[in-house]
């Protein structure tokens, strides 16, 4: 649908071959104003990106400057005495986006094996714009439902249950016992997960369809049952681009802010319980920027969105580079 | 049955079910949001909502100011971010098709497509705030029009390059110089397809709020002019959603109701016309 322009930003461009040599001559100035134009607006797209990075490097420095190296591991986020330590906010966004993971990439490689195997013909145009209408809903619609009506239902039905039973067990016990309110890290994670569902599941449903049908066909001949084509043939083929996608969603996770602000409790404080509050660094951002009272704290507070912006570029840029080999195959066989 | 062939088909069935229940499991929370969102949303819903201003805390009233706000801000946005990024997806499709500005304007669009846009909205906030000294409706229009440009630019090349090179060809033994072609014959060919891109981008900018935080801020008042602070649909949202009054409560929903409908519908449209197109 183009909701996920950005999903399919990472999948198959396809188009005519080249014609972009230059027109006869005879446009004269117009045709160099054209040219210019267009590729100023390029230029521009280029610069944003500088623009952006660069200026949340200039509005964070006095945080790196007063706390440098500190300012990653310290857990100390104190506005009054003036101490801000990124820690808390980092653990948090990490933490929320394994979670997020953990839900989103079995349930979304099941949905594009539905999509592309399993369901009858009819069906696939309409559960697949189902799925698609997922990324259409605002985030923050995504956050008042898990707020008002996911956060409740989750204190009162599952968290007692996840003390009584996961809670109790050696390791990774103290993960899941906590008070049961519904607001915390886990919650968060689970909201954050559904969100990019639908980005992974459109990655790998092209990509599942850009296998060529004579080796699927082969293994089918071979007698493969559908797991053993999954297992064998369809995931080995894919591979770079599943985990392209996986990390197109890791992307989006990680920066993700009003779903996550709504349900993440906004607290700095650091808890090995993940029903405990916690916070992201765009939770912690949209929280108290406005509230920032000082030139420390809102540094402290831009120079957090610097490493988010460091980290998602990182990381969509594995996305990219590892769904090109993607591109590259599907460009061919078309 | 020998057990190799029972295991086998057992993990075959077993996959199966999976499958489906991946699929039920989606399907499942987008079920339970919307039904939410309309019940609560229908229960708050009434005439007010569209002619009365937004209440101060506790107090009954509308969202007439955060209507109009989100309205001008977004129309600005398109007005400001749809010349750029045609003009961007221009080049990267048709005059620097292979040029080395062009690959890597395709790299950096493409990940700004999903940059974070808090992000977005702290930039704007440097940029466009604090150098001016307080918020307003241009700096909100200005976040959301960086944060329509990659779609714009991401759309526009794909439909300029599904225009069939004999176009371009028939142009040029017609004489026709570059600009003519691209403006009067190129455009007008994939103008569905540059539509479509914008529509899209509408959809997604509506329900944008993080970029809107720090840069428009919000307004309980009645304001029409975008150089000062002003009240935009989902900020008004956040802010009340997260108040402890039930009448903001539900004014919230309410406008949740009404962001939630006019996105989908325009993604509906969107899905719609794209399917025209590729019957065509």
Redesign the interface.
Known sequence: ???L??AR??TV????????A???A???W??A???H??????????F??I??AA??A??GRLAFQTFGFDFLTSAEWDPVAGNFGALVPIYGTLVTSVIALIIAV??????A???T???PQWMRGP?G??????A??????????G???FAPFLAEHVEPWLNETIGTWPLIGPLFSGPPIGIGMLPAGIVLG?MI??FI?AVARDVFNAVPSGIREAAIALGA????M?SRVTLPYTRSAIVGAIF?GL??A?????AV??VIGNSHELSPSLLMPGNSI?AA??NE??EADTELYRSS??AL?FL??VI??II??IA?LMLRRMERLSGKTQ | MNTVLLR??I??I???V??????A???F??V???F??FV?GLQALNLDLFTEMTPPPGGEGGLLNAFYGSAMMILLAVLIGT???I??G?????????TK??S??R??????????????G??V???AVRTIGHFSGYAGALALA?IL???I???SE?SL?????QM??AG?AL?????????QIIYKSAMSGLV??IL?GL??I?????PL??TA?NNQFWNPDLSGPMANV?VV??QY??SPYDSW?AL??AG?LV??VF??TL??L??FL?RKRSSR
């Open positions: 649908m183009g909701f322009a950005a930003a990472f461009r396809r188009g005519p071959p080249d014609v972009s230059p027109g006869r005879g446009g004269g117009k045709d104003l054209f040219e134009g267009t590729a100023a607006a390029t230029w521009l797209v280029l944003l990106l623009g952006i200026s949340m200039w509005g079995p349930v979304s490689i099941g949905i094996l539905f999509l195997d399993i369901a559960i714009v189902a799925v698609e209408l997922l259409a809903i605002p985030s923050i619609i995504y956050g008042m439902w707020l008002f009506v559904v569902i639908p599941a049952t559908r797991w053993e999954l197109l992307g989006r990680l920066g993700e802010t009003m602000t709504f765009a951002i949209a920027f406005t507070l831009i969105a988010l912006f998602t570029f969509l840029s990219k | 086998r088909r993990i075959d077993l996959t199966l999976f499958a489906m229940a991946a699929t499991f989606g399907l929370w987008l339970w949001i919307l939410t969102t609560q010349p750029i990024g003009a961007a221009t080049y990267l499709a048709e005059h620097g098709r292979n500005l062009a890597t304007v790299f950096i669009n493409d990940i700004l497509l999903s940059a974070p846009s808090i992000v977005i702290l930039f906030y440097e940029l960086i440009i990659p779609i630019v991401r759309t794909e390059r599904l225009v069939p090179n371009r060809e040029f004489g026709l110089p570059r600009w003519k072609l691209t403006s479509t891109g899209l959809a997604r509506s329900g944008e709020t993080a935080l720090f801020l989902p949202i956040f959603a997260m409560h919230a929903w949740a962001l939630t996105v989908l993604g509906l969107v899905r794209a």
